[in-house]
């Protein structure tokens, strides 16, 4: 089951942007890059940096902890292979911007 997450209104994201949400254990980074929004995990594989506080160039965001980069439309890991992160649809409606995640809180049979 997903669950849909509110993240802000619209107009508080501009291009370049980037603001964050916490769903349960899960924190998301939802980005307003160069023609669209994406989300990705927060946490950075390497030493868990927020992803959310780093520099957006174009698609690519750079931890501010230790320079690595990922790519905000696939969560492609561009610095080590294979140390990708996970992205989750955005929506943008007229109450908002949100983010459609897995519900953590519903046990599974």
């Known amino acids: 089951m997903t669950v849909d997450v509110r993240v802000c209104a619209r107009e508080e994201l501009a291009p370049g942007q ?10 998301v980074a939802v980005f307003h890059a160069t023609d669209a ?9 390497h ?23 990922f790519d905000v439309r696939t969560g492609a890991c561009d610095t ?3 140390r990708d992160v996970r ?14 995640l897995p519900d953590d809180s519903v046990p599974t049979a």
């Open 18 to 27: 980037c603001r964050f949400v916490e769903h349960g254990s899960r924190r």
């Open 37 to 45: 929004l994406f989300a990705i995990d927060d946490v950075c594989p």
């Open 47 to 69: 030493r868990g940096g927020p992803l959310s506080e780093g520099y957006l160039e174009g698609y690519l965001v750079t931890c501010p902890w230790h320079g690595w980069q």
């Open 80 to 82: 080590v292979r294979n």
């Open 87 to 100: 992205v989750y649809p955005v929506k943008v409606d007229e109450h908002g911007v949100h983010v459609t």
